[in-house]
């Protein structure tokens, strides 16, 4: 009798611990495991300086038990005050750009003025073998028809921000203070003249995916390492080849989870048999880089995005999944960011996709320095905006 009734009180305390804070299960905390691929939308890292190149991926949140609310309750449920996750806007946009140049620009000499395309790519490629490659070769005539398959370029490196710039101020004249306190480095001449390893790119991207910026570098190094002789002082990023040769049991000893393994000897297949190349990023549309890359294990929807506009230079790439650029916009076109609701599934929405799709719509072909521009219009008050027009 005893017996059973301890069992009553033990089973009676559980229950009272499960309506509370935590509850541990096993002496074990669970993680909480995110798309792959998605907007980072965990708690904020520190901000970062303009032209600072880190990691844009946040830790992942650490997993709790759901808490049951207490019957008879006239409180409702504990979660329903809930703040939207965080996402890097306004000041932590430089993050997300991180993880695709190579870090490669000769600072010393001015940057190459290159014919310049919005729906291109704009960035310098690198190729496995080494090779730089662009999309519209440095002494294309102006009046010289563009080549096969590529739109007749509008600019050049040297003057496709600016035009950028006064095509924004055209539509909404609010833009010109946004741009007098943050000029947008990442379109300027320099920046277009940043290296891109499109492979290095996105598999560095999924290395950081749902790690803290420590780990991934940490990663990263010891997968670098793999490939590359003990004590050698030259440490080369591995070619698509090589990393499609080896083994998901020795790629895990970067540090590597069997699924990110996976997902990176996969994107290596792609590129090593030809299905993903250097001249496709830079060639195709908008549409077709979507396509092609979202095919890829690993790679999501927002994941896609940032490399098409922070990778690959193209300007006319616009983010409706990414929650910074929703309150941006939201703010932006004088609604109350405060008053947020959580739609379909639990998800946070500030504007609707084809809301967003609408009102950015006037703003094509520059929906990239657009969408950049939005990540920052907290950094500026848009009431003054307003009052000073």
């Not at 990023?237 to 996976?262: C, H, M, N, W, Y």
Request: net charge positive; hydrophobic share 35%.
């Amino acid at each position: 009798m005893s017996l059973r009734r301890s069992t009553r009180i033990a089973t009676t305390a559980v229950n009272a611990t499960a309506n509370g804070v935590d509850v541990p299960i096993n002496g074990l905390k669970k993680r909480f495991a995110s798309q792959q691929g998605g907007p980072p939308t965990t708690k904020r890292s520190k901000p970062a300086s303009e032209h600072g190149h880190i990691n844009g991926e946040e830790e992942e949140p650490e997993f709790k038990v759901p808490v049951t609310p207490l019957k008879n309750s006239r409180r409702g449920p504990a979660n329903a005050s809930r703040k939207p996750p965080l996402t890097p806007t306004p000041s932590l946009v430089n993050l997300i750009r991180a993880p695709y140049s190579t870090g490669d620009i000769d600072d010393s000499t001015p940057p190459p003025n290159r014919p310049a395309e919005p729906h291109v790519t704009n960035a310098t490629l690198v190729t496995p073998g080494g090779t730089q490659k662009v999309a519209y070769p440095d002494d294309l005539p102006d009046s010289s028809p563009s080549k096969p398959g590529l739109p007749l370029p509008t600019a050049t490196t040297n003057t496709i921000l600016e035009q950028a710039c006064n095509h924004l101020i055209s539509v909404d004249p609010r833009f010109k203070l946004l741009i007098e306190k943050h000029p947008c480095h990442i379109f300027s001449a320099r920046g277009l003249a940043e290296q891109i390893d499109p492979f290095r790119s996105l598999a560095s991207g999924i290395m950081g995916q749902q790690v803290s910026g420590a780990a991934a570098k940490s990663i990263k190094n010891k997968f670098i390492a793999l490939f590359n002789e003990e004590g050698s002082d030259e440490r080369k990023f591995p070619t698509p080849a090589q990393v499609a040769a080896t083994d998901i049991a020795r790629l895990r000893l970067a540090g590597l989870s069997q699924r990110k393994a996976e997902y990176i000897k996969g994107l290596a297949e792609k590129f090593a048999t030809g299905e993903l190349t250097t001249e496709m990023l830079m060639r195709a549309t908008d549409e077709e880089v979507m396509e092609k890359l979202i095919a890829v294990r690993g790679l999501g929807k927002w994941s896609v995005e940032m490399f098409a506009c922070f990778g690959l230079k193209r300007l006319d790439i616009i983010s409706t999944g990414d929650l910074g650029v929703q309150r941006g916009m939201a703010a932006f076109h004088g609604r109350d960011i405060k008053k947020l609701k959580a739609k379909g599934g639990g998800k946070w929405k500030y504007m609707s996709e084809q809301d967003m799709l609408d009102k950015s719509a006037p703003y094509a072909p520059y929906r990239s320095l657009f969408m950049w521009y939005m990540w920052r219009v907290e950094d500026v008050d848009v009431d003054v905006m307003q009052n000073t027009m």
